[in-house]
């Protein structure tokens, strides 16, 4: 199963990514986020295993994520041009995951970020399931990035939303 979803933000592209490298700033965008914790290397890093605990209603789902690619690796003095990538595979049982963000210049004070989610399933059921859950699968992402977009401009903390 694979989508792509995207989403503008109203900052500098520089600025954006040095966000969301920030794992300080996570639970105050990740909706559900209990535990990143790196298992090897530094947060952020190419090759580095973090631990992930995510609670999506009465459901906890663990996993592990590995940094597969950052370019560039300094998020300081990035050339217009450049595409900023950061992709990243997860891992739980049954189930295998790839991100691939990009994020590039869409004007001096907007970036555009695309992500792209590719999922694969072990279990016979969950195979069978995945063609209807892609509606789900996605509005998450997408989810995720108003969330971002939300936290990166006004500050927002999706730990103060009710419900």
Known sequence: MKYTVSIEIALPRERVVQLLA?????????RGL???KPLNGMH????TKSR????MGQQTV????????REPENL???PRESVVHFDREIAS??????????????GPETTLWASENEYRFNGLPMRLAAPFMRGAFRKQSQQHMQDFKAFAEQAAD???AKG
Do not use: F, Y
Request: with cysteine; aromatic share 4%; hydrophobic share 40%.
């Open 22 to 30: 920030d794992p300080a700033h996570l639970p105050k965008w990740l």
């Open 76 to 78: 300081h003095g990035i």
């Open 34 to 36: 209990v535990l990143h």
């Open 62 to 69: 663990e996993c592990t994520e590995t940094i597969t690619r």
């Open 93 to 106: 049982p049954g189930m295998w995951s790839a991100v691939r963000d990009r994020l590039t210049d869409a």
């Open 44 to 47: 952020g890093q190419v090759g």
């Open 158 to 160: 999706v730990r103060d």
């Open 52 to 55: 992930v605990v995510l609670q």
